[in-house]
């Protein structure tokens, strides 16, 4: 097994994105039979459930009660909690047991979906503390080196690949089989292509597309966030340059002095963003008209171009890899113009949404110092 030793490049600010998308999305799970009240007569009943009594088919139900509206506003905060990483390890045993406790009456999914619901939260448990992007994580407290341990990613293949054996079992049932047998057959065929190849490093990505497949013509939403966890993202790899990169930024600007914290975390390379405040000497080098850079942040790429507004925020996820590179990719299909426009408004509200700071550098850890240059 020693091939399963793989980077997979997982950071804290990736992670809490995949959090934030998957806790909201259980919270709409917990919500939804509440607000499908005020439709009860409209909506579908599954006919498997329409031989339960009232009092446990959730479609049903009559929320004047105090208990079961309660219990679901209830899960469906503790998901919100975990979404935004407040006490996110306490809140997700208790939203895995919220899901363990009605699954059975109303998730419209299949129990090999489910499972991978539970494995999700299972994992998280035993994820590192304090990312990047979790509520609790101050500038005492924020791990900027947060990273998925590989034995805990590759835990989750090995999961998924048994999540994929147990539908080969059962599709033995000549019931399930006879419903529709081609697709059925692809299925399984592709199952076992993965059971055969997941556990071979370099054949990863494409086992990965194979687990994207089956998960997309088989199986439900569920799998789909187990399957993104499975993603590694040093598979999108940041640009590598040769010679030192500079972001200048506004050092009186909280919220600047949130995003250099933010670089720091993301940025794995070999050869980091350095960094150095609008207006150093380090900055006063390049010779550009101070009227043209005011509120933003300005990059001295390796080819010494200077790069401003949204182009700038462009080129740093760029940099970074992973699921920041594609989401830089999806930025660019948005004109430079409307880009810039959001760019300005939030240059002219940031005062009022984070403090200004008194320090022209932000407080990172001891290694870190070394990357903030003035001369």
């Known amino acids: 097994m020693a091939d399963l030793n793989n980077n997979n ?4 600010g990736q992670y809490s994105s995949y959090r ?5 999305y259980i919270a709409s799970l917990f919500f939804s039979p509440i607000f499908l009240n005020h439709f009860a007569d409209s909506v579908f009943i ?5 031989h339960l009594p009232k009092s446990i088919n959730p479609f049903l139900w009559d929320y004047s009660s105090i208990f079961q509206g309660t219990l679901l ?8 909690c975990f979404a935004i990483g407040l006490s996110d390890k306490i809140c997700a045993l208790v939203v895995f047991f919220g899901l363990t406790s009605i699954s059975p009456y109303y998730l419209p999914y299949e129990q090999l979906s489910i499972d991978a619901l ?15 992007g979790c509520y609790l994580s101050k500038d005492s407290k924020l791990d900027y080196k947060w990273s998925l341990s590989d034995k805990l990613h ?11 054996l147990l539908d080969i079992f059962s599709s033995f049932s000549l019931e399930l089989f006879l419903a529709d047998p081609s697709i059925s057959l692809v299925i399984n065929l592709l199952e076992l292509s993965y059971l055969l190849s997941f556990w071979h490093k370099k054949t990863r990505i494409y086992t990965w597309v194979v687990a994207l497949i089956i998960t997309l013509i088989g199986f439900e939403a569920p799998m789909l966030f187990l399957v993104l966890l499975m993603f590694s993202p040093n598979w999108i790899p940041g640009k590598v340059v040769s010679k030192q990169e500079i972001i200048f930024y506004d050092g009186n600007c909280g919220l600047c002095h949130n995003w250099i914290k933010f670089i720091l975390s993301e940025d794995t390379r070999e050869s ?4 150095s405040p609008l207006f150093s000497e380090r900055f006063n080098k390049l010779n550009l008209d101070p009227s043209k850079i005011e509120d933003s942040i300005l990059i001295s790429d390796s080819s010494s171009n200077i790069l401003t507004k949204s182009r700038a925020v462009i080129y740093i996820l760029s940099s970074l890899g992973g699921f920041w590179r594609a989401l830089s990719w999806l930025l660019n299909l948005i004109p430079s113009i409307i880009l810039d426009i959001g ?5 002219k509200i940031r005062h009022h949404l984070f403090p200004k700071t008194e320090s022209s550098c932000p407080l990172v850890p001891e290694p870190f110092k070394s990357r903030f240059i003035t001369t």
């Open 9 to 12: 490049g997982w950071t804290g």
């Open 20 to 24: 934030f998308l998957f806790g909201c």
């Open 46 to 50: 599954d006919p498997e459930l329409s």
């Open 73 to 80: 506003c209830i899960f469906t905060i503790f998901s919100l």
């Open 118 to 132: 539970y494995i999700i939260l299972l994992v998280h448990i035993f994820t590192p503390i304090n990312p990047w």
């Open 154 to 164: 590759n835990c989750v293949w090995i999961l998924c690949a048994l999540i994929y």
């Open 272 to 275: 980091p963003f350095s960094f």
């Open 343 to 347: 760019y300005d408004f939030t240059a």
